[in-house]
Nanobody, 123 residues
Framework: QVHLVESGGGLVQAGGSLRLSCAASGRTFSSYGMGWFRQAPGKEREFVAAISKSGGREYYADSVKGRFTVSRGNAKNTVVLQMNSLKPEDTAVYHC????????????????WGQGTQVTVSS
């Protein structure tokens, strides 16, 4: 069982930055790949970024590549999404999620989800 809690969302102007954190409970955090997804009102859930169990591999959606960076600290059971050069189209509720195996870009493969944190980017 993994319990995930996101933090760090808020309101920021276009071009600004935010740092999202996801704190995980449980002793098997390093057994899970971690992903970030987002969902805007009226839109489908969208893959944003993911990181492998060891942190050695990172994956990004084309829409955020070069602007967002995902990292993890297995000793502290945390995963971080650093978001720079934010755009209004980045506005959404951001969720972190955990999976043991499967495609990191497919939300249906993830077993555990956080409640989400709102990110709003004003123009």
């Amino acid at each position: 069982q993994v319990h995930l809690v996101e933090s760090g969302g808020g309101l920021v102007q276009a071009g600004g930055s935010l740092r999202l954190s996801c704190a995980a409970s449980g002793r098997t955090f390093s057994s899970y790949g971690m992903g970030w997804f987002r969902q805007a009102p009226g839109k489908e859930r969208e893959f944003v970024a993911a990181i492998s169990k060891s942190g050695g591999r990172e994956y990004y959606a084309d829409s955020v590549k070069g602007r967002f960076t995902v990292s993890r600290g297995n000793a502290k059971n945390t995963v971080v999404l650093q978001m720079n050069s934010l755009k209004p189209e980045d506005t959404a509720v951001y969720h972190c999620a955990a999976l043991q195996s499967g495609s990191v870009v497919n939300w249906i493969e993830y077993e555990y989800w956080g409640q989400g944190t709102q990110v709003t980017v004003s123009s």
